[in-house]
Nanobody, 115 residues
Framework: QVQLVESGGGLVQPGESLRLSCVAS????????MGWFRQAPGKERELVAIFRVGARQNYADSVKGRFTISRDNAKNTMYLQMNSLKPEDTAVYYCWTYMALTNYWGQGTQVTVSS
């Protein structure tokens, strides 16, 4: 049974940083299909950052240079370091992986950027 559990969200002011974590169980977290998505109120879920084949990383244009995706395979954990946060980054952030023709999602963690 695959389970993804996010943590690290919270309320911060513009310009501050947060690091999200996603701990996985039931899946080996060293595959190329894993990443972070987010969904703001009234908007569709969108890609934030993702690992691709060959450990390449892709980022949404809106977060390039500010966010960094990483993982610790030994801990089966993926991270999203978010710097220089903006109010438009406010959303629920979801951890994602794909295995055996199935998408798996975490429960989400709320990130709110507000002064």
């Amino acid at each position: 049974q695959v389970q993804l559990v996010e943590s690290g969200g919270g309320l911060v002011q513009p310009g501050e940083s947060l690091r999200l974590s996603c701990v996985a169980s039931g899946v080996i977290f060293n595959n190329d299909n894993m990443g972070w998505f987010r969904q703001a109120p009234g908007k569709e879920r969108e890609l934030v950052a993702i690992f691709r084949v060959g450990a390449r990383q892709n980022y949404a244009d809106s977060v390039k240079g500010r966010f960094t995706i990483s993982r610790d395979n030994a801990k089966n954990t993926m991270y999203l370091q978010m710097n220089s946060l903006k109010p438009e980054d406010t959303a629920v952030y979801y951890c994602w992986t794909y295995m055996a023709l199935t998408n798996y999602w975490g429960q989400g963690t709320q990130v709110t950027v507000s002064s």
